[in-house]
C-alpha cells in the first residue's frame, strides 16, 4: 500500500512540445506529492509539489494535476527544453517525512 | 543558497569492511534523512533521524546500520559489514521541520566489492 506507480519510464519529447508523466498511488494517508528532478550524477532537487486540497499547481512551465478520487497525480512541463533533459520522480509522503519515490521518468528533449 | 553536502563523493571498498558517509545538512535544519538509490533504480528511504533520535527507519535498515550527530554540522551513516548488495548512492536529505521540504545532497556512489 506504500507504493507509487510511475509511467513511462522514458519519454522523448520535441522541443517545444509538451511533456506529461503520471503517477499513481494507493495509500490515502498521504498528503503531500512532491516531484523531484535529477540530473546524471546529482541529488535528486525539487521542482514542485502539491498538497491534496488542490487540483492543479502551476510554477512557471511546470503544472501538477492532481485527482484525488482517481489517487493519481502528473507532471506537466510545458514548451519543454532540451535543459528539461533529466530523470523525474514523484513521491509521496504523509507529512512530508519519509518520501516514498516512484521508478522515475528518463525524459529526453530533443531538437 | 544553503545546500547539504556529502563526503566523500565516492567510495570502494571491500566487501566485509566498516564505511562511514558524512553529511553536512543544511544549518538550520532539524529533520535530517539517509535514502540510498541502486543504479538504475528509485530512491528508497532508509532512515530519518531527529532530536538525536531515529525517528524512523526501512526494512533495508538492518543492525548493519547507524547513524550518529556526532557533533552540531555532521549527520553520519554507518555501515558496519559491508555487502556487495550495499553497492548504491546514497543520499543525505535535510529539512527544516517535518511537514517541511527535503532538500538532498548531492550523494555518495559506494561500490563494495
Known amino acids: 500500500q506504500q507504493q507509487v506507480k510511475q509511467s513511462p519510464q522514458s519519454l522523448i519529447v520535441q522541443k517545444g512540445g509538451i511533456s506529461i508523466i503520471n503517477c499513481a498511488y494507493e495509500?490515502?494517508?498521504?498528503?503531500?506529492f512532491p516531484w523531484y528532478q535529477q540530473f546524471p550524477g546529482k541529488g535528486p532537487a525539487l521542482l514542485i509539489a502539491?498538497?491534496?486540497?488542490?487540483s492543479e499547481k502551476k510554477e512557471g512551465r511546470f503544472t501538477i494535476s492532481f485527482n484525488k478520487s482517481a489517487k493519481q497525480f502528473s507532471l506537466h512541463i510545458m514548451d519543454s527544453q532540451p535543459g528539461d533533459s533529466a530523470t523525474y520522480f514523484c513521491?509521496?509522503?504523509?507529512?512530508?517525512?519519509?518520501?516514498?519515490f516512484g521508478t522515475g521518468t528518463r525524459l529526453t528533449i530533443i531538437p | 543558497e544553503p545546500e547539504v553536502t556529502q563526503t566523500p563523493s565516492h567510495q570502494v571498498t571491500q566487501m566485509g569492511q566498516e564505511v562511514i558517509l558524512r553529511c553536512v545538512p543544511i544549518?538550520?535544519?532539524?529533520?535530517f534523512y539517509w535514502y540510498r538509490q541502486i543504479l538504475g533504480q528509485k530512491v528508497e528511504f532508509l532512515v530519518s533521524?531527529?532530536?538525536?533520535?531515529?525517528?524512523?527507519k526501512s526494512e533495508i535498515f538492518d543492525d548493519q546500520f547507524s547513524v550518529e550527530r556526532p557533533d552540531g554540522s555532521n549527520f553520519t551513516l554507518k555501515i558496519r559489514s559491508t555487502k556487495l548488495e550495499d553497492s548504491a548512492m546514497y543520499f543525505c536529505?535535510?529539512?527544516?521541520?517535518?511537514?517541511?521540504?527535503?532538500?538532498f545532497g548531492p550523494g555518495t556512489r559506494l561500490l563494495v566489492l
Open positions: 536529505a535535510s529539512s527544516e521541520g517535518s511537514s517541511e521540504t527535503q532538500y
Open positions: 495509500n490515502t494517508a498521504f498528503d503531500y
Open positions: 502539491i498538497r491534496p486540497d488542490v
Open positions: 513521491a509521496a509522503s504523509f507529512r512530508n517525512e519519509k518520501l516514498t
Open positions: 544549518s538550520n535544519h532539524l529533520y
Open positions: 533521524f531527529y532530536n538525536n533520535e531515529i525517528s524512523e
